[in-house]
């Protein structure tokens, strides 16, 4: 879709659960499974590598695990380049999948 409509600006934010809701609960039940670093950066690649159109993407918010900014298509190697440099990180070294206290 993002690639049809060609957006302007491609903006990515990753689920962070909020503490004291149902689904932070839900995750903790084991009913909800959220991805790991490397699922959610491995998902960021598909997306960089797949988009087919003239954007900017950026990936600036607190709750992404690497900050990305590019232009498609003319950045897309260096975008892939620091995913993939992302991807050789140890999960242990990125923050924990919520924010907040327990």
Do not use: W
């Amino acid at each position: 879709v993002l690639s049809l409509v060609s957006p302007h600006f491609i903006r990515l934010r990753t689920l962070v659960p909020k503490v004291n809701t149902l689904l932070l609960h839900q995750i903790r039940k084991g009913r909800f499974q959220l991805l790991g670093p490397h699922g959610v950066l491995r998902e960021t690649r598909m997306l960089v590598e797949g988009l087919d159109c003239t954007s900017t993407l950026a990936s600036d918010h607190y709750t992404n695990y690497i900050s990305l900014e590019g232009r498609l298509p003319r950045d897309r190697g260096r975008l892939l380049e620091q995913v993939d440099r992302a991807l050789r990180v140890d999960e242990a070294c990125y923050r924990p999948q919520f924010v907040g206290t327990a």
